[in-house]
Every structure is written in structure tokens, then in C-alpha cells.
């Protein structure tokens, strides 16, 4: 099965700073998935990856795949306390067994 | 429109009691996932079902564990005879399956704490 390993395990932030977290598996990734959870609730979906040197934005959250498609990376410019949580990388297709990396935590320092 | 719920939000049991967790996947969607997370802890695949096939239940730590989809919408995650051990949140997840690309769709999770 595919593993995925995510850095940095958590991440303290200073508000208005940059971060970046990595994402890289053991294998081609097929559809690469970025999803932020907050304590008590479910799995937000973000954005999906899926051809080699994507990138996507949306609002301060940007991800990238590699052109080999084994590492993904989620910058967030200028955080904010809205962004803390635990941000999941996870693989695979439809009709597979999604597999997840460990989370990262982001706190932010206001 | 309504997201994935599941109930209870919250469980506390005694060890060596059966639970019943509930999920209720988004509305025509096919596919419906179970995933375990501990404390601290990535996801950890359980059980995975699709339309009427067989269900994928590899990830089912022991035979403790079982999970039925009924007409396809429903499910039920059964923990028989609980150990400490199953202390953790279950999340259950949904999607429309439409292609090799298609993002899950989570609910809240049950909190399950066995005492």
C-alpha cells in the first residue's frame, strides 16, 4: 500500500508568517489530496492534485505537486489564527483504500 | 445540502460492552469509507464500501470489528466487546465515486472513549 510522510510533524507559526508542509510518498502519487481538520470535527477538503507540476491556489493556501509526482507541498502566506488545525495529505483513487499521512500541526502565534 | 453525519457524536462504554456506530452518507453517493484516528495519530483505513460490491475490509483490525451498508445508503460500524485499546475517534467519509479522482467527503467523526 502507499505510505505517506508528512513534516513537519507541528509547526508554531508567528501570525502573518509563512509556512510550508511536505507530503511525500513511497510511490507515484495518482490524485494527491490536501485536506485541514480542527479539533472535534471532521476532514475539510482543500484541494486535489493530480498531473505532475500542478499547483493550486485558493484564498492563502497553495499546493504543488512535483513532476515525478512522489512529493506535494501546502504553503499558507501571511497566516492567520483561522489557519491553525491539522493539515492531512492523502492518496490514491476511487475505489482504492485512501491512505493518509501522520497530520501536521499548525498552531499560530497571534 | 446535508454533509455526511454520524452519531453518536460521543460514546462512553464500559470495556466488554458492544457499540454501534452510525454514518449517514452524503445522498447518491456510492462509495463509503471507515477510518479509525487515535490520539495523535494519522488515519487509519478500516473498512471501504462501493455500490453493491464486496466490501473492502482489510483494514479491520480484528473480528471484533464489522460494518454493514444497508440499500446502499446507511452504516453501521460494530465494535464487539470493546477494549481500551478501540478508544479513538471513527470518522466516515462518502463520495460519488465518479472517477479516479473524486475527494472524500468526511463527517464529524464519533469520539468512542472505553473505560
Known amino acids: 500500500s502507499q505510505e505517506l510522510e508528512q513534516s513537519p510533524q507541528s509547526l508554531i507559526v508567528q501570525e502573518g508568517k509563512n509556512l510550508t508542509i511536505n507530503c511525500t510518498s513511497s510511490k507515484t502519487l495518482y490524485g494527491l489530496y490536501w485536506y485541514k481538520q480542527k479539533y472535534g470535527e471532521g476532514l475539510i477538503f482543500l484541494m486535489m492534485?493530480?498531473?505532475?507540476?500542478e499547483e493550486k491556489s485558493h484564498e492563502k493556501i497553495t499546493a504543488k505537486l512535483d513532476e515525478k509526482k512522489q512529493q506535494s507541498s501546502l504553503h499558507i502566506t501571511a497566516s492567520q489564527p483561522s489557519h491553525a488545525g491539522i493539515y492531512l495529505c492523502?492518496?490514491?483513487?476511487?475505489?482504492?483504500?485512501?491512505?493518509f499521512g501522520g497530520g501536521t500541526r499548525v498552531l499560530v502565534k497571534p | 445540502g446535508a454533509g455526511v453525519s454520524q452519531s453518536p457524536s460521543n460514546k462512553v462504554t464500559e470495556k466488554g460492552k458492544d457499540v454501534e456506530l452510525r454514518c449517514d452518507p452524503i445522498?447518491?453517493?456510492?462509495?463509503l469509507y471507515w477510518y479509525r484516528q487515535s490520539l495523535g495519530q494519522g488515519l487509519e483505513f478500516l473498512i471501504y464500501?462501493?455500490?453493491?460490491?464486496?466490501?473492502?475490509k482489510s483494514g479491520l483490525p480484528s473480528d471484533r470489528f464489522s460494518a454493514e451498508r444497508t440499500g446502499g445508503s446507511v452504516s453501521t460500524l460494530t465494535i464487539q466487546r470493546t477494549q481500551q485499546e478501540d478508544s479513538a475517534v471513527y470518522l466516515c467519509a462518502s463520495t460519488q465515486d465518479r472517477g479516479l479522482y473524486s475527494p472524500l467527503h468526511f463527517g464529524n467523526g464519533t469520539r468512542l472513549t472505553v473505560t
Open positions: 464500501f462501493q455500490g453493491n460490491s464486496a466490501p473492502d
Open positions: 445522498s447518491g453517493h456510492t462509495a
Open positions: 492523502g492518496a490514491g483513487g476511487a475505489g482504492n483504500k485512501l491512505t
Open positions: 492534485l493530480q498531473k505532475g507540476g
